[in-house]
């Protein structure tokens, strides 16, 4: 054994030998290329005779010589030649082979020791072929050497990367080391081939081969396996157009090309000795060591080398040859077919997608590790969706579209279960591309390998789909694990709504699942589980893109009321997993049917105020209205069958139990899903009553669904009831409302209102009250003549609607809010009261409340009217207008005074006096204005719940409820009113915590610039006030804060961004490694980029401050205190 240790290190030592000063040959820039060559000539006879002479002289060596005679009679093909390149080759080469064969002579002898107990935590000892990173190093310039020397000269034109496009040494290489012969190259490349490949059996010299130079091997076994021969008798030069031969059909990615399906492969071969000097058996041998290369090599860098391989695009007749030298140069036609065949094995094999996936995207730049450039490549659709045509389409050496799809598909379904942080992104945007495109080209194919297979969980679980016998199965028995239903709602969110391609074949196969998918979504509001979020997702995400009667028909199935939606199966029950997911159970049966029914209608109510709230997510888009109408009208149709139906079954014909039971059980039916619908509609009126309509179309099929139920409500019975006739008059108002100027009208609008011409003259005949029949007669004349005639009867009701109690007071056309029509207050004149009358103030305060304010049970309260209060509450708010500021902001401080003493009638007039405190804000007299703020602080110290709202909209660009914009002096004053309502809050502000910080960072995007850094300063002072405790707005705030200190042009705005991220450190102090968590890294780039790049010296004045309180928490962090304390325990 140290016989063969020796020889080791005397074969290390004759490689540095022969390698010598021929690593630094032809680098140094001489005058003239041609001296380079020749020195690089003498370098290497010279090394190669030094090594000689050390054999020849050195008796030492006599050991490593016996062996390297013995190698060499092994590989006859090294012999040595006049070809100085080459017979420096062939001394390498007959190094290497020494190398390994004492290695794994080595590895054979050594008997490793038994490891010691007393020292177990000791690493184990090395093995005695293990080399030492010295040694290594000279092997991979060995090896380098050989390369370049051995397989490169030999390549052909536009085969592996050229010579000169490598290094300045490869390119002189490429002058001394060219092939005279075509035969003699091919010899010596195989020669190379087949002792590198000998050596690389050795698994510590296959890591040094292999990591380094494996793309010149593949390419060099391809040329020796696959190229086609030429004939004896053939020109052996032909020139560079005829060689090579490009092939642009395929997908580019990147600078890459990956071969299109219907390339095949097709090589000629001849029995006997080839035109290229080769045998078929030894390019047989050839071929097959290409195959165990590529089966044993880590394959997503076997994907990388054969795309590199296939070169670059054919250049045009008019392009530069500086074009070409740029990128990849273009490869014969055969080398692109056959790497086009080995990528589509490697594809189609087990773990093949992943494989090309990771090839690809780290060959397009994406980076092994994931990291910054995987987040770059993910955000490169054109590289995710390149690959993903790939993986669409079936190659030629697939026996068809099934047997592909059969071994592709389950791959790709694997990608959405990646659970690495840094490749993920990458990996699940693949997948979701690929099901896609797949449902594109092949709907067939996606609906059986791809799309059901993701759906499979719920569709197990799912009422009148499921396939699996539930009646059979124990109670208790798990139908579907945690993680299965959890990866399968990922999955659903990732390919429909990630993927957002809404066409009729995806909206069809996601509809089975959908009610299945609301009964979790319901689940996962009764606790916390991170199914919630993706559920909403992927209901609102089919709502909005599918058709309107579809989404309709849906909404009903999820309310019970028919349509065509499969809920969760009566036997299935979902309970709360270990993980925050949920696990589908059978259902245990209950014995009580009291308890049974109990359990039933509470899960059917919850349901339906899910739905209800499901709902008002979708306001915006009108789905919420519809549905409302759809409601109403499915009233109107049994409020008709109603009586008809019970007239039809007389109870006299029942002559026993049984028949009277199928005599009442239509009724009752009818009953149940009338009961149905009216508590859908009450819900709905309850809680999105506010913004339920968005536009007169709505409204007018209100109005007419209202009529109709009128109407037949009249036909059926003598007169309608009480409710009934409030319903009929409240519609007919909103209509005379509409028709006197509430809403700026269309001409579209009055082709919609035409629909209500019918049943208005129908109501005027049917109705038996004269007044009802007169207003139904005059609103039908007046839509007929597009308002240009109108009654007096049209007139009263659209100013009862409104609310105005003067009938003098003309109504003006105004815009049509959701949240209900607003009026603002006058703005002060020169002469206030002069301009507002004593009679039209107090109508005004006292009629129009400020709207958007929540209404509770104090709004519900009476509220003080003029001349019911106390005289000198009425004087005082008749002073807050006085032209005089003294007189002005007197008032207003003992207006605070008594909202401060909690003063029962100025309690009662809270609307009055918020509304006077918030005109008097824009006063320019910081006395008057000052006071207001104070009073509005007070106010809401009293009403925090109602006032807060309606300052948050105030801070915003315009009023509530009008497009008048606001100055920026008021919204200022504003912010500053919020400041002292937080502060005096104190621990209680928490709850409005969401609202503020939001409203904040709205205000640090406004257009001015003293606003964004008002926003800024109060959203800083309100961190402190919070004690830092920013929740899950943490990234919003600290990603505000970064884009605001980088791009922000106003020196003003990027100081106060740099002040808050001091406020943060200091405030958090050690904690603010816990709470900012990774926004803590965000937060030193940008102090980091700020002193390095920022002007302003202020500013860099308070990065530094921060720098210094960031260094100050990590150093307390890692090196805390060094405390001495005992602790004592006591044990049980």
């Excluded at 140094?28 to 380079?36: A, V």
């Excluded at 090294?78 to 420096?88: G, I, K, Q």
């Excluded at 040494?169 to 005279?180: C, G, I, K, N, T």
């Excluded at 008798?233 to 060689?243: I, S, T």
């Amino acid at each position: 054994m140290a016989g063969s240790e020796a020889v080791l290190r005397r074969v290390i030592e004759a490689l540095e030998l022969l390698l010598g000063t021929a690593k630094a040959a032809g680098t140094d820039s001489g005058p003239l290329q041609s001296t380079k060559h020749v020195d690089l000539l003498e370098s290497l006879r010279f090394n190669i005779s030094i090594l000689e002479e050390k054999f020849a002289q050195d008796p030492q060596w006599d050991e490593l010589q016996r062996l390297r005679t013995e190698v060499s009679k092994q590989a006859q093909c090294l012999a040595s030649c006049s070809d100085v390149p080459w017979n420096f080759t062939c001394h390498a080469l007959l190094l290497l082979l020494c190398l390994k064969q004492c290695m794994v002579l080595l590895a054979t002898t050594y008997c490793p020791p038994q490891p010691n107990s007393k020292t177990a935590e000791a690493a184990p000892p090395l093995s005695p072929d293990t080399l030492s990173i010295a040694q290594e190093k000279t092997v991979q310039a060995a090896l380098q050497f050989v390369v370049t020397l051995g397989i490169c000269p030999y390549l052909l034109p536009g085969v592996g990367l050229p010579l000169r496009s490598r290094t300045e040494f490869s390119a002189l290489v490429q002058e001394v080391a060219s092939p005279r012969c075509i035969s003699s190259a091919t010899r010596r490349l195989y020669a190379t081939c087949t002792v590198l490949m000998e050596v690389a059996n050795h698994t510590s010299l296959s890591r040094l081969i292999l990591t380094r130079h494996l793309g010149d091997l593949l390419v060099g076994l391809c040329q020796l396996g696959f190229c086609p021969a030429r004939r004896k008798g053939e020109e052996e030069a032909k020139p560079l157009e005829e060689q090579v031969v490009s092939c642009q059909l395929g997908f580019r990615v990147g600078n890459l090309l990956w071969p299109s399906a219907t390339v095949g492969l097709q090589l000629p071969s001849a029995p006997g000795v080839m035109g290229n000097g080769l045998t078929e058996e030894e390019r047989s041998s050839c071929r097959e060591a290409l195959q165990g290369l590529l089966d044993r090599v880590y394959q997503p860098l076997v994907v990388r080398e054969l795309l590199l391989l296939q070169g670059g695009p054919k250049q045009g007749s008019g392009s530069s040859g500086r074009s070409s030298e740029r990128g990849l140069a273009p490869a014969p036609a055969w080398l692109r077919r056959l790497c086009g065949q080995l990528l589509s094995e490697r594809l189609i094999r087990p773990g093949g997608v992943q494989a090309v996936v990771r090839g690809i995207l780290e060959g397009a730049g994406a980076g092994a590790a994931g990291g910054s450039s995987a987040e770059a490549a993910a955000a490169d659709w054109r590289k995710c969706d390149a690959v993903a045509r790939i993986l669409s389409t079936c190659p030629q050496q697939s026996l068809s579209l099934e047997d592909y799809c059969q071994q592709v598909c389950p791959q790709v379904l694997q990608l959405f279960l990646i659970q690495d942080k840094l490749t993920a992104r990458q990996f699940q945007q693949v997948a979701t591309m690929t099901v896609l495109t797949v449902a594109r080209q092949h709907p067939q194919q996606a609906e059986k390998h791809l799309l059901r297979p993701i759906l499979e969980p719920l569709l197990r679980c799912s009422d009148d789909v499921t396939e699996v016998p539930l009646k059979e199965l124990l109670a208790g028995t798990v139908l579907v694990k945690e993680e299965e239903l959890s990866e399968c709602v990922e999955s659903v969110l990732k390919v429909y709504v990630v993927g957002n391609e809404p066409t009729a074949f995806l909206l069809d196969s996601l509809q089975p699942v959908l009610g299945t998918i609301f009964s979790l979504w319901c689940f996962t509001k009764q606790n916390v589980s991170f199914l919630r979020t993706p559920c909403q997702e992927i209901l609102l995400w089919f709502l909005e893109k599918c058709e309107r009667q579809i989404a309709l028909s849906i909404l009903e199935g999820l309310a019970r009321l028919g349509g065509a939606t499969h809920l969760l199966h009566p036997l299935c029950q979902f309970q709360a997993g270990s993980e925050g997911g949920a696990v589908v159970t059978i259902r245990e049966a209950i014995s009580d049917e009291d308890e049974a029914l109990y359990q039933k209608v509470s899960s059917e109510q919850w349901q339906l105020e899910q739905l209800v709230e499901l709902l008002s997510h979708c306001q915006s888009s009108g789905l919420a209205g519809d549905f409302f109408l759809c409601c109403l009208k499915e009233l109107t149709r049994m409020a008709g069958q109603g009586a008809s139906k019970m007239e039809s079954a007389p109870l006299s014909s029942c002559n026993s139990p049984l028949d009277l039971e199928q005599c009442c059980s239509p009724g009752l039916e009818q009953q149940e899903r009338q009961l149905q619908v009216l508590q859908l509609v009450g819900m709905m009126c309850e809680r999105i009553s506010d913004a339920l309509f968005t536009d007169i179309s709505q409204v007018v099929e209100f109005v007419a669904t209202t009529l109709q139920r009128a109407c037949a409500s009249l036909t059926c019975s003598s007169g309608g009831s009480t409710v009934e006739a409030q319903t009929l008059s409240m519609a007919m108002g909103l209509v005379a409302a509409i028709l006197g100027g509430a809403v700026q009208l269309k001409p579209a609008d009055f082709a919609s209102l035409k629909g209500l011409v019918p049943l208005l003259e129908d109501l005027s005949h049917v109705h038996p009250e004269p007044v009802i029949q007169e207003l139904a007669a005059d609103l039908r004349i007046t839509i007929c003549t597009h308002g240009a005639f109108s009654t007096e009867t049209v007139s009263s009701a659209a100013q009862s609607t409104l609310g105005k109690s003067d009938a003098g007071v003309a109504v003006k056309p105004r815009a049509l809010v959701r949240q209900g029509l607003t009026k603002r207050l006058p703005r002060e004149t020169s002469n206030p009261k002069a301009a507002l009358p004593q009679d039209h103030m107090e109508s005004s305060l006292g009629t129009d409340p400020i709207s958007n304010l929540p209404k509770g049970p104090l709004a519900g309260e009476s509220v003080a009217e003029p001349g019911c209060g106390s005289q000198d509450l009425q004087e005082l708010l008749l002073s807050v207008y006085d032209p005089d500021i003294p007189a002005r902001a007197a008032a207003l401080r003992s207006l605070s005074r008594l909202i401060e003493q909690r003063d029962s009638e100025a309690l009662k007039i809270q609307e009055k006096l918020l509304k006077a405190f918030l005109e008097n804000l824009e006063h320019e007299d910081s006395f008057v204005y000052l006071s207001a703020i104070q009073g509005v602080v007070l106010l809401s110290d009293a009403f925090p719940e109602r006032v807060l709202p309606y300052l948050l909209a105030q801070y915003g660009s315009a009023h509530p409820g009008t497009q008048e914009a606001q100055t920026v002096e008021t919204r200022m004053k504003v912010g500053e009113a919020l400041m002292r309502i937080t502060r005096a809050l104190g621990d209680m502000a928490f709850s409005h915590r969401d609202n503020l910080i939001h409203t904040f960072l709205r205000g640090a995007r406004d257009l001015d610039g003293t606003l964004r850094a008002s926003s800024l300063s109060n959203l800083g002072e309100l961190c402190q006030i919070l004690h830092f405790q920013l929740g899950s707005v943490v990234h919003e705030v600290t990603s505000c804060l970064t884009a605001i200190a980088k791009t922000d042009g106003q020196v003003e705005v990027r100081r106060a961004a740099v002040h808050v991220v001091v406020l943060l450190l200091r405030g958090l102090s050690t904690r603010a490694v816990e709470v900012l968590q990774d926004a803590l890294l965000e937060l030193y780039h940008l102090l980091k980029f700020v002193v390095r790049c920022e002007q302003d010296e202020v500013t860099v004045l308070h990065a530094q401050l921060a720098l210094e309180e960031l260094d100050g928490i990590m150093r307390e962090l890692l090196f805390p205190r060094q405390t001495l304390e005992k602790k004592i325990e006591v044990l049980p």
